[in-house]
Each structure stands twice: as C-alpha cells, then as structure tokens.
C-alpha cells in the first residue's frame, strides 16, 4: 500500500512511522510511506500557509493554494483522501479493515483552526476523527489510524501475532493476557490457562472477554447481540454475567 501524508511537521512522522512493526512493514516494501511539507507548495514570497478566518473569530486557516497545488502535483484524482477531523465520522477497527484493502492512501493532517472548507469539498473523500477531544494538529490523529490500517495490511504482522482474536475485530474486547512466571509476587496465572487443555481455555477467553467488554463497554455487547446469533454457550455466559451485575 502507499500513503501520502500532507502536513506542514513532517519531522513528527519520522520517529513512529520508521520504528517497531510498521518500520519492518516499510523495510519488507508493503508499505511505502511519502511526506509532504505542505509548506513546499505555498507560492507566496514568505510561504506563508496560513490566514485569518473570513467573518472573524479566533486562530487561523490553512490556506486553499498550498494543498491545492500539493495534491495536484501527486496525481491524487481517485484515490482516497482522507482528511484527519475532530467534525469526521469517528474512526473504529471496521473502517480500519475497509481502508486497508485500498492500494493508495493520502492523508491531509489540518493545524490551527483546520482547512479551509474548499479544500474539504473539493478533495477530500472522507473526514476521520480519532474522538470526541481536539488537538492542535491532524499529525497524531493520521498516526493512530495509519498504525491500526497497516496492521491488517497481509504480512504485516507476523503468523503468531494475529489480530482475529484481539479487541474489537470480533466485535468483543479481548480476554486477559499473562505470560511467564506461572506465579510473581504471589500474583497466580488463572489455572486453567496453564492446564494445557484448549476446550477449557477457548471456554475461559470467550468468557473473560464477554465479562471485560460488559463492564467497560456495554454498548459492544449490545451490538455484537445484535449482529450476530448467539451460540447456546454465550448467551448463558451472557445471562450468567447479566445476574452477576444485578446481584452486585
Ligand atoms: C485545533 S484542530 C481544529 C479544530 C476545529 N477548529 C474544530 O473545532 O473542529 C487542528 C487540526 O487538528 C486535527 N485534529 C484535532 N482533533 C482531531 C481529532 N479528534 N481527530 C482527528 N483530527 C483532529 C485536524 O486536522 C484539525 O484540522
């Protein structure tokens, strides 16, 4: 896959992009990463790309000109170009999967009070926020989700590092990890994790994920009802925990 990423800190990227899993991903050439200072295309003397809103109020707006003249020059017409906003459809682990099977990814990472607006209308495909905050710049956001996208890019992560199981792709959190020493500080491994007999341990996980995704994010639970028809198992799991937090 290819990503272009439009920003005026181009430097921010070097660091996460090249490091750990997603620099191997670049290193093996599934992911090919280009920067572009936006700064680079402004045409005025003092390259400037920034200026004051029409009708007033507080900050400034990147300027049309310089993103313009960026985007035309990469040829951008048909592929994805998606700008990074606190006022886009909020970013989850499904449009993560979607946009990893593009073959061309641009993001525009806004600063200041954002783009202007003919910027938006006229290039951009899709507007992504990371959540309901703000922060000064579009760079951290673009980050976020080129991290989760890359991650389901095929030989991105290796054979043992599956996402299937993790949170989210089932549409469930996932069970509690632990790993080596069987006991620390007194602190034990679940038993049944260390018994060696995987119908058990299946049982576990689906059991702890189901009781981790109630507690902190029913909504999930609602959902993955929803969306999928309950085996017999789960829905006493379900049941199980539903009279659990009555009781509590
Ligand atoms: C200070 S913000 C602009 C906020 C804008 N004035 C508003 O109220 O919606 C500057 C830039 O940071 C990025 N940004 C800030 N919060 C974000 C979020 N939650 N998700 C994605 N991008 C964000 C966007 O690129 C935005 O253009």
């Not at 920067?35 to 402004?42: F, S």
């Not at 989850?92 to 209308?121: P, S, T």
């Not at 792709?169 to 049944?192: A, I, N, W």
Request: charged letters at 30%.
């Amino acid at each position: 896959m290819r990503i272009d990423i439009l920003t005026l800190f181009p430097e921010m990227f070097r660091a996460t992009l090249g490091e750990s899993i997603i620099g191997r991903a670049r290193e093996k050439g599934i992911l090919d990463i280009h920067l572009v200072n936006i700064r680079d295309y402004a045409q005025n003397k003092h390259k400037q790309v920034d200026d004051y809103p029409y009708g007033g109020g507080a900050g400034m707006v990147m300027q049309p000109q310089p993103i313009f003249s960026a985007l035309e020059a990469m040829e951008a017409q048909g592929c994805k170009i998606i700008y990074m906003s606190p006022k886009g459809k909020t970013f989850h682990q499904g449009m993560a999967v979607e946009l990893a099977k593009e073959e061309r990814l641009i993001f525009l990472c806004g600063h200041y009070e954002g783009v202007d607006q003919r910027v938006i209308d006229y290039w951009v495909t899709d507007e992504i926020s990371i959540g309901d905050y703000v922060l000064t710049g579009g760079e951290l956001p673009a980050m976020v989700v080129i991290d989760a996208v890359a991650r389901m890019l095929p030989g991105v992560l290796g054979q043992a590092e599956s996402f299937m199981d993790e949170s989210f792709y089932s549409g469930l959190l996932e069970y509690p990890q632990y790993t080596r020493p069987s006991e620390f500080r007194g602190l034990k491994v679940p038993d049944v994790l260390l018994s060696g007999n995987h119908k058990l341990i299946e049982q576990w996980r689906k059991e702890e994920a189901l009781r981790i995704t109630m507690k902190n994010r029913p909504d999930l639970i609602i959902k993955y009802m929803e969306k999928k028809d309950l085996s017999k198992e789960e829905r006493k799991i379900i049941e199980a925990l539903e009279k659990d937090c009555i009781a509590k």
